[in-house]
């Protein structure tokens, strides 16, 4: 059974600091991983979406990898600014036997950017 | 359009009482996904269906949650008899394809708040 799991779940870092946010799977045998971005009392927004034949994706400041060996995924996020404040999960889809299923979550990790 | 529309945002519903939830797919995502956040993060699958039909609904409590996506209509959740551990964000999301090979992923939509009083 698919595990998916986060750390930290919580993480506070000033202004103009990059960081690295971790999700960790259990099965690395995935069709792919997708990275999401809650803020408070809204839904899910999709950042980065990495096929399991990558090794990561970059959008603007944000660039996610993949290491399905070891069952890891970072996401990057450069030069952060207190906008970047939100909870990030990643998810992975479970496998139908050849197509995709229902996502397994990680349950997030809580940053706060401080001006 | 290519938002996945959640109705209502909030619902609030005494005990006992029905609760019906509403999604819009993306024009052209045949797949829809049905999950219950709880405690903060915690996202809990409940049932996904290809058009109209029910796809897997393993995660669907049988008793009181039932669900429908009718050919030119919105989907619906509904909850009968709801109960105080009902409360919870109710996410649904769409997805165009689930070909191992998809490159697009899954969009969700904002989410519907229940709360049960």
């Known amino acids: 059974k698919q595990e998916v799991t986060q750390i930290p779940a919580a993480l506070s870092v000033p202004e103009g600091e990059n960081l690295v946010l971790n999700c960790s799977f259990t099965?690395?045998?995935?069709?792919?991983l997708q990275w999401f971005r809650q803020d408070p009392g809204k839904g899910l927004t999709s950042l980065l979406l990495?096929?399991?034949?990558?090794r990561e994706q970059t959008s603007g400041r944000l660039n996610a990898s993949l290491d399905k060996s070891s069952g890891r995924s970072t996401l990057y996020i450069a030069a952060s600014q207190p906008g970047d404040s939100a909870t990030y999960l990643c998810?992975?889809?479970?496998?139908?036997?050849?197509?995709?299923?229902?996502?397994?979550f990680g349950k997030g990790t809580k940053l706060s950017v401080k001006p | 359009g290519e938002e996945v529309a959640q109705t209502p945002k909030h619902l609030v519903r005494g005990e006992g009482q029905k609760a019906k939830l509403y999604c819009a797919p993306i024009?052209?995502?045949?797949?829809v996904f049905w999950y219950q956040q709880v405690l903060k993060n915690e996202f809990k699958f409940l049932i996904s269906?290809?058009?109209?039909?029910?796809?897997?609904e393993t995660g669907m409590p049988k008793e009181r949650f039932s669900a429908k996506c009718l050919p030119n209509s919105p989907c619906s959740l509904e909850i009968q008899a709801t109960k105080l551990e009902d409360s919870a964000v109710y996410f649904c999301?769409?997805?165009?394809?689930?070909?191992?090979?998809?490159?697009?992923?899954?969009?969700f939509g904002s989410g519907t708040r229940l709360t049960v009083v």
């Open positions: 099965d690395s045998a995935i069709y792919n």
């Open positions: 269906f290809q058009n109209e039909n029910v796809f897997d």
């Open positions: 999301a769409s997805s165009q394809s689930i070909s191992a090979r998809d490159r697009d992923g899954y969009t």
């Open positions: 998810a992975v889809p479970i496998d139908y036997g050849g197509s995709q299923g229902n996502l397994i």
């Open positions: 990495i096929q399991s034949s990558q």
């Open positions: 024009k052209g995502h045949s797949y």
